[in-house]
């Protein structure tokens, strides 16, 4: 059972992931207008990923014995000034998700709902990952900055991610 309390934090977040969905679709939708389709494809790729952590979230409200509330999702940000920019928003998103699972933990354990905490553990070893992979994109586009060759180089490379539904 989920207490009142915990199942709205558990409603916004799942709206959070897909609000990150719908922020990455609009950074693939950039990079496609600036002719980089390697970043939009792995911008697409996280869209794809984030819809399933909404969809996760959603599952675990149900199974748990709660009310799904899908609420308004903003327009995010559409306009940036180079794919460093993009990263770079991507990864203070990334870190405002993570805060806010950590959160979430932090009032499972509060709590006592040990499913929750099982069930939000892989989120947390989740975040660690995303902060890390937009870090290391956001580091190697700072060392090509002003090299259009290492740009294209980094698109090409980043065009080849795929998208695996996450196993948990």
């Keep these: ?11 916004e977040q799942m709206k959070n992931e897909f609000f990150s969905a719908y922020l990455y679709m ?3 939708g950039y990079f496609e207008d600036e002719d980089f389709s390697g970043f939009a494809s792995w911008m697409r790729v996280q869209a794809l990923e984030e819809m399933s952590h909404g969809e996760m979230f959603f599952r675990f409200i149900c199974e748990a014995g709660g009310r799904t509330d899908l609420r308004a999702i903003e327009a995010p940000k559409n306009e940036f000034t180079s794919p460093q920019d993009a990263f770079a928003h991507s990864l203070e998103h990334e870190k405002f998700v993570t805060d806010s699972i950590n959160k979430l933990m932090d009032q499972a354990k ?6 929750a905490q099982i069930f939000l553990q892989w989120f947390i070893t989740e975040q660690l990952e995303e902060l890390s ?15 259009g060759r290492g740009l294209l180089m980094l698109d090409q490379e980043l065009g080849q991610r795929t998208f695996v539904p996450p196993k948990v």
């Design 133 to 147: 992979n937009f870090g290391h994109i956001l580091k190697k586009l700072k060392m090509v900055e002003g090299d």
């Design 26 to 28: 609009a950074i693939a």
């Design 110 to 115: 509060a709590e006592g709902n040990h499913a």
């Design 1 to 11: 059972m989920l207490s009142p309390e915990l199942e709205s934090a558990l409603n």
